[in-house]
């Protein structure tokens, strides 16, 4: 980590007692006070709850605690979302890198792995991640799928590093690989073969940003949010590109928002080049996932 920053675990305490009474007078979620210092501290959730860090002559932490509080301090009034301050984030089983530069992988999210192992009619072969940002498909996909190529693509090369460094760091490097582009673009010479495409593509219709909570309007990357005027204007290309890309029975599966469910169903059957068109929940209910095979 470089050089090391270390305070007294007096001095810690002080900081989380006044750092959570911070958060609660701004309704900012006090348990992230704890998850931030399990991640830049090294401190374990038995020591945070019973306080028992509060007499350790010194506590190593990753960055000096001026800064942590600067941190804090923007995390508080600029609502800057806690997982970029730590630069991680828990996704499935893994601690995925983020930055300004990604959008933060939701848990719903998650749920698109699943659906994609339970749909693969071939496990193996040539897979897509199509807008991967931090690359937490991919990495997904390729944990589920271990015979499996994963093919990255995303428009931002800030995106691509940290999905390149969360690949390398996880261990997924001669599985997964990347490309800079838009969509498909990259992957003409693969045109044809690919036996599944799984996608978070933007979704949020246009007019709808500026609703959206401050911490995801000032701080997320618009490009992975916006869907354009009805917010499907991606999702439609997908729909209409990835027939020539895909192999008979291969998966077309992504995410959407709330509401948009019929929409995308109707769009897949119009489209003519899909069959068994499955719209599933999330864990909350909510119509999340569109799932269709190239027919």
């Known amino acids: 980590m470089g050089e090391k920053h270390l305070i007294s675990g007096l001095q810690l305490w002080q900081w989380r007692n006044t750092a959570l009474q911070a958060a609660i007078a701004t309704d900012?979620?006090?348990?992230?006070?704890?998850?931030?210092?399990?991640?830049?501290?090294?401190?374990?959730?038995?020591?945070?709850?019973?306080?028992?860090?509060?007499?350790?002559?010194?506590?190593?932490?990753?960055?000096?605690?001026?800064?942590?509080?600067?941190?804090?301090?923007?995390?508080?009034?600029?609502?800057?979302?806690?997982?970029y301050i730590a630069g991680v984030t828990p996704w499935r089983n893994f601690q995925i890198a983020v930055s300004s530069a990604v959008l933060i992988p939701?848990?719903?999210?998650?749920?698109?792995?699943?659906?994609?192992?339970?749909?693969?009619?071939?496990a193996s072969g040539h897979w897509a991640d199509l807008g991967t940002g931090s690359g937490a498909i991919a990495l997904g996909l390729a944990d589920v799928l271990p015979k499996a190529t994963i093919h990255a693509v995303d428009?931002?090369?800030?995106?691509?590093?940290?999905?390149?460094?969360?690949?390398?760091?996880?261990?997924?490097?001669?599985?997964?690989?990347?490309?800079?582009?838009?969509?498909?673009?990259?992957?003409?010479?693969?045109?044809?073969?690919?036996?599944?495409?799984?996608?978070?593509?933007?979704?949020?219709?246009?007019?709808?940003?500026?609703?959206?909570?401050?911490?995801?309007?000032?701080?997320?990357?618009?490009?992975?949010?916006?869907?354009?005027t009805d917010g499907l204007d991606c999702i439609r290309h997908l729909i209409e590109i990835s027939p020539s890309y895909l192999q008979p029975g291969g998966v077309w599966l992504i995410e959407m928002m709330a509401g948009q469910a019929d929409a995308v169903r109707e769009l897949l059957q119009n489209q003519g080049s899909y069959c068994k068109i499955q719209i599933y929940p999330d864990l909350a209910g909510i119509e999340r996932f569109a799932l269709a095979y190239k027919s």
Not at 106 to 122: F, G, K, Q, V
Request: charged share 20%; with cysteine; proline share 8%.
């Open 28 to 83: 900012v979620p006090p348990a992230e006070v704890d998850w931030l210092l399990l991640e830049v501290a090294g401190l374990d959730r038995l020591a945070l709850r019973l306080e028992s860090y509060k007499n350790w002559p010194q506590i190593q932490l990753q960055l000096p605690l001026e800064e942590l509080d600067h941190l804090w301090q923007r995390r508080l009034h600029d609502r800057l979302p806690v997982q």
């Open 106 to 122: 939701r848990p719903e999210t998650e749920c698109l792995i699943d659906l994609a192992l339970a749909s693969a009619n071939n």
């Open 155 to 228: 428009y931002s090369l800030e995106a691509l590093a940290i999905a390149q460094t969360n690949v390398h760091n996880l261990g997924f490097a001669d599985r997964v690989k990347f490309y800079q582009g838009s969509w498909w673009e990259p992957l003409t010479f693969l045109k044809g073969q690919f036996s599944g495409m799984v996608s978070n593509p933007p979704y949020i219709p246009t007019s709808t940003l500026p609703t959206l909570q401050l911490e995801v309007v000032n701080h997320e990357p618009h490009l992975a949010l916006d869907g354009g």
